[in-house]
């Protein structure tokens, strides 16, 4: 367990609903970052929050937020789904801010399918 | 950019042998980091290893070993003694300071299955 939680685990939907996916980072973590994981992109990195502000933008698509707020958690909004969102979508949480090469941990992923 | 590269889509081994799993990566920053995580067919991304650039010593957590060698970019993975809860997807990833951005970059993966 890394101490990292996501919820739902499982989420299914239909194309053009909007889902919101939490995550609670690890104790004393102050960076969230999530990822995209489908088979034919790979483990695609979306966006990075530190102590409630963004910090990097990776490949995220506008139909996609996320915020983190006072508390650290974080939540991802997909919204106008389509049937190529379905995916493996991971937090994870790290101690430092962006500039800095500490590990992250991940958690046990949310998995989305839109029909 | 920073790259990372899995050449091995697939690697078998046997159980109690040792396997090295193979990670090349690509940047021109000097400060950065070197993770290897682990996703069984539950899903989960357990983090195994770090290297960090400016570490002189290779890693070591209990069967897992990162064979770093710098001039050649390259950071493999080492499973002594395998174990049949050892298969896995692998992945090699690197933080490191391009841009100033430190975004994570990480490998396609290997596939490691381990026989009995």
């Known amino acids: 367990d890394s101490g990292v939680t996501q919820t739902p685990k499982h989420l299914i939907t239909a194309t053009g609903q909007r889902v919101t996916l939490r995550c609670s980072p690890r104790?004393?973590?102050?960076?969230v970052y999530w990822y995209q994981q489908s088979l034919d992109q790979g483990l695609q990195f979306l966006i990075q929050y530190y102590n409630g502000e963004e910090r990097a933008k990776g490949n995220i698509l506008e139909r996609f937020s996320a915020q983190q707020f006072p508390d650290l958690h974080s939540e991802l909004n997909l919204s106008s789904l389509e049937l190529g969102d379905s995916a493996l979508y991971f937090c994870?949480?790290?101690?430092?801010?962006?500039?800095?090469?500490?590990?992250?941990?991940f958690g046990p992923g949310t998995r989305l399918t839109v029909l | 950019a920073q790259k990372i590269t899995q050449t091995q889509p697939g690697m078998f081994v046997q159980e109690k042998e040792a396997v090295t799993l193979d990670c090349t990566y690509d940047?021109?920053?000097?400060?950065?980091?070197l993770f290897w995580y682990k996703q069984p067919s539950s899903g989960e991304m357990i983090f195994l290893i770090y290297q960090g650039s400016y570490d002189e010593q290779n890693a070591t957590e209990g069967r897992y070993s990162l064979n770093f060698q710098k001039a050649r970019k390259s950071a493999n993975l080492v499973i002594s003694a395998s174990q049949l809860g050892d298969s896995a997807m692998y992945f090699c990833?690197?933080?490191?300071?391009?841009?100033?951005?430190?975004?994570?970059?990480f490998g396609r993966g290997t596939s490691l299955i381990v026989h009995p």
């Open positions: 940047t021109s920053d000097q400060s950065y980091g």
């Open positions: 104790s004393g973590d102050l960076s």
């Open positions: 994870a949480s790290s101690h430092r801010d962006y500039r800095s090469t500490d590990t992250q941990y």
């Open positions: 990833a690197m933080r490191g300071g391009t841009g100033g951005s430190y975004i994570p970059t």
